[in-house]
């Protein structure tokens, strides 16, 4: 189980060293990875969100299509 107060003490120490570090090399690497990892956080929630909706919405135009095909055999054969 992750223990959130070593998880906090790592990120504000993190956030530590970019802001008062003097070496400007490795704030620069430590701010690049940090805002990298952030970013492929977001990216793949939001794919995988985009994947799913697309999923989603593919079966349900699936099902709207069969229900059309079902009305209109139906009106045949009234007709």
Do not use: P
């Not at 992750?2 to 998880?7: G, V």
């Not at 952030?38 to 985009?50: A, K, V, W």
């Amino acid at each position: 189980m992750l223990n959130m107060h070593n998880f906090t003490k790592d990120i504000s120490g993190l956030l530590h060293n970019m802001v008062f570090n003097k070496n400007l090399i490795l704030n620069r690497i430590l701010n690049f990875s940090f805002l990298f990892i952030i970013f492929l956080l977001l990216n793949t929630y939001t794919f995988s969100q985009t994947l799913w909706d697309g999923l989603t919405v593919s079966t349900n135009s699936g099902d709207i299509a069969n229900c059309e095909k079902q009305r209109l055999n139906q009106e045949r054969r009234i007709l």
